[in-house]
């Protein structure tokens, strides 16, 4: 038997998350069965579940995928820039899709509360300490405490989520997101 290599398993790793991204995307959580899964991945549902435990596991790491992917960004560049990623991110709304069935599933089920809450520390975590450099740098206002600050901008970019996910127009949101980048920065001195 031939052995595979660790690219490999990661590129199938990877092939599975792509496909079951767009899968959950097109039909929620509940409408992507093990069997859309298999037509959306192109694998059967033992490769599927060789990587992921259940379809709840697969899920999970799509939107740990995603939290990383927008702490990352945080970190080098904040949570406005993620923001204003999104409303770039065109017709490819596959992660908010992601982010709707997170926010669902956590008010309605308790067990998947648990399970995510061990994961979605990252996003906020990288927002405060983003914050806090820019704090110490005195970039920041400083009449507002930095978890004040970071919930704002949390707060913002479920508003946001929401708004995109009503399918309502967001060609004119630039200038919205450069008022709460400015709400959050240091007075320019005069």
């Known amino acids: 038997m031939p052995r595979v290599s660790t690219d490999q398993l990661a590129a199938r790793r990877q092939q599975i998350l792509t496909g079951a991204r767009t899968c959950f995307a097109d039909h929620g959580y509940e409408g992507a ?66 982010r709707l069935e997170v926010s669902r599933r956590l008010r309605t089920e308790p067990e998947f509360q648990a399970r995510w809450q ?32 970071a919930q704002y901008l949390e707060l913002v970019l479920e508003g946001l989520v929401s708004h995109l996910a009503m399918g309502l127009p967001a060609d004119d949101l630039g200038p919205v997101l450069d008022l709460v980048e400015n709400a959050v920065r240091a007075p320019l001195m005069r």
């Open 118 to 149: 061990e994961h979605s520390g990252a996003l906020t975590a990288a927002t405060r300490a983003r914050l806090e450099r820019q704090a110490a740098a005195g970039a920041l206002r400083d009449d507002v405490p930095v978890p004040v600050l």
């Open 33 to 98: 069965t093990v069997r859309r899964l298999e037509e959306y991945t192109g694998l059967s549902r033992g490769a599927i579940f060789h990587y992921f435990r259940d379809k709840e596991a697969l899920f999970l790491a799509l939107a740990e995928q995603d939290a990383t992917r927008m702490a990352d960004v945080v970190a080098e560049q904040g949570l406005v820039q993620v923001m204003r990623d999104l409303l770039r991110g065109g017709s490819d709304r596959s992660w908010l899709g992601t």
